[in-house]
C-alpha cells in the first residue's frame, strides 16, 4: 500500500466532541495516510507549530462547538504570516453559511456531517 504524505488532525477551541475525527484518522491511516492526532483543545499556534515540526502536508480541524470561524480565521493568519503551504481542511457541524466564509480564509475544502471517508481521502490524494 503506498504511503501519501501526513495529515495533521486537530480540535480547536473548546470543543470536546472527537468521535467523528478520532474515527476519521484512523479511516484515513487504512487509506494508507500518516496521521498524526493532536487531540482537543488545542490553540491555532500549537496546530501551526507542530504541522511544521512534523511536516505535514495537510491540516484537517473539526468542529462541532460554533468556533469554526473564529479559530479558523486565527489559524489560516498564522499560516499566511508563516509562508508556509499546507492543504487545510475543515469538518464537523459547519452551518452551510459558513462555508463560502472558510473558503474565502483559504480553507481548501470544509466536509459536512456524513461526508464519506473514501471522498476526503479521495480529495486529499487529487491534491497532493
Do not use: W
Not at 479559530?71 to 493568519?77: A, E, I, S, T
Amino acid at each position: 500500500m503506498k504511503k501519501y504524505k501526513k495529515i495533521l488532525l486537530a480540535k480547536m477551541g473548546l470543543d470536546c466532541h472527537d468521535t467523528g475525527i478520532v474515527t476519521m484518522a484512523q479511516l484515513l491511516r487504512d487509506a494508507g495516510f500518516e496521521v498524526i492526532y493532536l487531540g482537543l483543545h488545542n490553540t491555532p499556534e500549537k496546530v501551526l507549530r507542530i504541522a511544521q515540526d512534523e511536516d505535514v502536508s495537510v491540516i484537517g480541524i473539526s468542529f462541532l462547538s460554533g468556533q469554526h470561524l473564529v479559530q479558523m480565521k486565527k489559524l489560516m493568519d498564522l499560516i499566511n504570516q508563516s509562508q508556509d503551504k499546507f492543504i487545510v481542511l475543515a469538518g464537523g457541524v459547519i452551518p452551510k453559511e459558513d462555508i463560502p466564509k472558510l473558503l474565502n480564509l483559504g480553507v481548501a475544502r470544509v466536509f459536512g456531517p456524513g461526508t464519506m471517508s473514501s471522498e476526503i481521502a479521495g480529495f486529499i490524494q487529487g491534491t497532493l
